[in-house]
Every structure is written in structure tokens, then in C-alpha cells.
């Protein structure tokens, strides 16, 4: 018997993201979620980031080629013609990876198009960074069928500013208006109260996605895994809905299961008990 011949082949899902070097985040973190939810990861590196430990933990950040992102695009694309229709974005960081990343997507059809809108790098240089947010919004977002974004990156997004449950709704509904994609909009530790709470919106269907706050800090990896989560579980069969509420599960047991390490920040750990 081949391969070919079992029933019960995996889901297959693309990352297309940055390699983040403590593991905690990035195309380490989708990886490993991937794996966790049992789905076939890939993924396609767009940039190197490491932590600097001398610079208060600021990244150092250096772009993968454009040429040699789209070289792993066209490998990937070909080698899984047919079966592969489900993709998370991650961190890009230059106007020419999201051209470069953009042109691969419109090359075939996807079935889902998981978003999670890393506006900004720490350690960038402020034009640039201005430069490849403008470029994520005019052409990745319009690509997307389910958008991420913390709570940052919700106003950016919505062009509000956000303080309440409410308000993180309204961006939420904004932001969809504005993309035509589903929407879980993170509130996260950065909303008061004693819960974290998210909110999922497809244009009809509004819900609130709650856990109880683990720590009031946020954890390296949190919002790169619920991406990926999301997209394994669409990739999976999943619904929007059902994808959120299962990330959302997830990545609360990987918070609660926290790395500690030397640097001022935990991980996300994926592997915990469930």
C-alpha cells in the first residue's frame, strides 16, 4: 500500500512567515500548531528575526530575497497542485515580500486566506515599517477570507481607537466592511477586565469569544498561533465560526502552558495539556 492510498491523508497548510529564533513566535509557533491540530505544515520563510538581548529585546530584523521567497512559493505551489487551498500570513516586513507574497496567492485558488496583520517590527526603521503597513493593507488584505488582528492592529485596521468591548465589536464590523473578510479582532490582555475576550464577525453573526486572563502580560507566539490555528481548522473543514472557537480554545490551554525563559516575556507553549 502507498501513501496515496490511505483515506485519512492530512489536511495540508501553508505558513508564509518569518523564522523567529527563541521558537516562542513566528513560523516556529505555526508549525508546531499545525502539527499539534494534524494538519501537514509548510512553510515559506519571508524574514529572520532574532531578539536582541543588549538592545532591550528589540528585534534584529534581516528580509529573506524576494526572489528566494518567491522561489520556495513556486516549489511549494507546484509540489501540492490541487491539494493545497488553505494559507496563514504572518510577518512580511518590505513592501517587496508582500508584492513578491501576493503575486504567488493570485497565481492559484484558495480556498482560505488566514491574515493575522503584523503592522509593526520592533526595531524597524519608522518609514519602512509605515511603508510595508500601507502595502499589507492595499495588497494582502484584500486577499484575505479571515483576518486576525490584536488589538493594535484592530485599530490601525478600523482607524478607531479601542478601550471596551464595544469599541473592539465596532472595529470588528469595520474592519469586515471594510475587507469583505471574517473577523476575530483580539482583545487580549489589553481590554480591563477579568477576561480575555475576542470578537468573531462574518457580516451576519457576531459572538464574543471569552477566557479568563492568564496574567496580565501578553505571550510570545499568542496571536501567531491563534492564525494558525484558525487555519488548520478551516483546512480541517471547520467552519469560520467553529475555527475561532477552537483557536480560541487552543490558545488559551498554550497560554496557560507558558514557556518561561530568560528574556522578558513567556511562550506559548502548543504541546500542553488540553
Same mark, same amino acid.
Request: one cysteine or more.
Given at each position: 500500500?502507498?501513501?496515496?492510498?490511505?483515506?485519512?491523508?492530512?489536511?495540508?497548510?501553508?505558513?508564509?512567515?518569518?523564522?523567529?529564533?527563541?521558537?516562542?513566535?513566528?513560523?516556529?509557533?505555526?508549525?508546531?500548531?499545525?502539527?499539534?491540530?494534524?494538519?501537514?505544515?509548510?512553510?515559506?520563510?519571508?524574514?529572520?528575526?532574532?531578539?536582541?538581548?543588549?538592545?532591550?529585546?528589540?528585534?534584529?530584523?534581516?528580509?529573506?530575497?524576494?526572489?528566494?521567497?518567491?522561489?520556495?512559493?513556486?516549489?511549494?505551489?507546484?509540489?501540492?497542485?490541487?491539494?493545497?487551498?488553505?494559507?496563514?500570513?504572518?510577518?512580511?516586513?518590505?513592501?517587496?515580500?508582500?508584492?513578491?507574497?501576493?503575486?504567488?496567492?493570485?497565481?492559484?485558488?484558495?480556498?482560505?486566506?488566514?491574515?493575522?496583520?503584523?503592522?509593526?517590527?520592533?526595531?524597524?526603521?519608522?518609514?519602512?515599517?509605515?511603508?510595508?503597513?500601507?502595502?499589507?493593507?492595499?495588497?494582502?488584505?484584500?486577499?484575505?477570507?479571515?483576518?486576525?488582528?490584536?488589538?493594535?492592529?484592530?485599530?490601525?485596521?478600523?482607524?478607531?481607537?479601542?478601550?471596551?468591548?464595544?469599541?473592539?465589536?465596532?472595529?470588528?464590523?469595520?474592519?469586515? %466592511? =471594510?475587507?469583505? $473578510?471574517?473577523? &476575530? !479582532? +483580539? *482583545?487580549?490582555?489589553?481590554? #480591563?477586565?477579568?477576561? @480575555?475576550?475576542?470578537? /468573531?464577525?462574518?457580516?451576519?453573526?457576531?459572538?464574543?469569544?471569552?477566557?479568563?486572563?492568564?496574567?496580565?502580560?501578553?505571550?510570545?507566539?499568542?496571536?501567531?498561533?491563534? %492564525? =494558525?490555528?484558525? $487555519?488548520?481548522? &478551516? !483546512? +480541517? *473543514?471547520?467552519?469560520?465560526? #467553529?475555527?475561532?472557537? @477552537?483557536?480560541?480554545? /487552543?490558545?488559551?490551554?498554550?497560554?496557560?502552558?507558558?514557556?518561561?525563559?530568560?528574556?522578558?516575556?513567556?511562550?506559548?507553549?502548543?504541546?500542553?495539556?488540553?
Amino acid at each position: 500500500m502507498t501513501f496515496t492510498d490511505y483515506a485519512t491523508a492530512p489536511a495540508i497548510t501553508l505558513t508564509i512567515a518569518g523564522s523567529e529564533a527563541t521558537g516562542g513566535a513566528g513560523a516556529q509557533a505555526d508549525l508546531k500548531t499545525f502539527q499539534e491540530l494534524g494538519v501537514y505544515g509548510i512553510t515559506a520563510l519571508t524574514c529572520i528575526v532574532s531578539f536582541d538581548p543588549r538592545d532591550n529585546w528589540n528585534h534584529r530584523f534581516v528580509p529573506v530575497e524576494a526572489q528566494v521567497i518567491a522561489d520556495q512559493l513556486e516549489a511549494i505551489q507546484t509540489c501540492y497542485a490541487g491539494s493545497l487551498d488553505t494559507v496563514k500570513l504572518g510577518m512580511m516586513g518590505s513592501p517587496a515580500t508582500i508584492d513578491t507574497v501576493a503575486a504567488a496567492l493570485q497565481a492559484q485558488q484558495w480556498k482560505h486566506v488566514v491574515l493575522d496583520p503584523v503592522l509593526i517590527c520592533k526595531g524597524q526603521e519608522p518609514g519602512h515599517a509605515l511603508d510595508t503597513d500601507r502595502a499589507l493593507k492595499t495588497a494582502l488584505l484584500p486577499l484575505a477570507t479571515f483576518v486576525t488582528p490584536n488589538h493594535f492592529e484592530a485599530e490601525s485596521l478600523s482607524g478607531m481607537s479601542i478601550t471596551s468591548i464595544e469599541d473592539l465589536t465596532e472595529a470588528a464590523r469595520l474592519i469586515h %466592511a =471594510a475587507s469583505g $473578510a471574517v473577523v &476575530l !479582532a +483580539k *482583545g487580549g490582555v489589553r481590554i #480591563e477586565g477579568p477576561e @480575555a475576550v475576542d470578537v /468573531f464577525y462574518d457580516g451576519e453573526t457576531t459572538e464574543l469569544l471569552s477566557a479568563p486572563k492568564v496574567g496580565e502580560v501578553a505571550v510570545s507566539g499568542a496571536g501567531c498561533s491563534l %492564525a =494558525a490555528a484558525v $487555519a488548520a481548522e &478551516l !483546512a +480541517k *473543514g471547520a467552519t469560520p465560526l #467553529e475555527a475561532a472557537r @477552537a483557536a480560541k480554545d /487552543f490558545v488559551t490551554a498554550g497560554i496557560r502552558n507558558r514557556v518561561a525563559s530568560a528574556a522578558p516575556f513567556d511562550a506559548v507553549w502548543q504541546g500542553g495539556p488540553r
